[in-house]
């Protein structure tokens, strides 16, 4: 698994490797975030503005629904 979790002391310690290492720093890159935490900040505050749990985003010009898979959902 490329992401691991622990809570420790009211902490989320959050450990990344391959591929989501990488996907990470590619967003970090390419959106010019000064630091992870800003990165992290704005997706959540961007997934907690969403009322019916669904994004839009564009892509080769059309607009597409984006939801989590299955898989990540309890």
Same mark, same amino acid.
């Given at each position: ?9 009211? +902490?989320?310690?959050?450990?990344? +490797? ?9 967003? /970090? +890159?390419?959106? +010019? ?21 669904? /994004? ?16 990540? /959902?309890?």
């Amino acid at each position: 698994m490329a992401v691991k979790s622990e809570e420790k002391d009211n +902490n989320l310690i959050l450990t990344l +490797n391959n591929g989501d290492k990488e996907k990470l720093q590619q967003l /970090l +890159n390419e959106w +010019n975030f000064k630091d992870y935490q800003s990165l992290l900040r704005f997706a959540m505050s961007v997934m907690l503005e969403t009322t019916d749990k669904t /994004l839009t985003i564009t892509k080769q010009d059309r607009d597409v629904k984006v939801v989590p898979a299955d898989i990540f /959902l309890k």
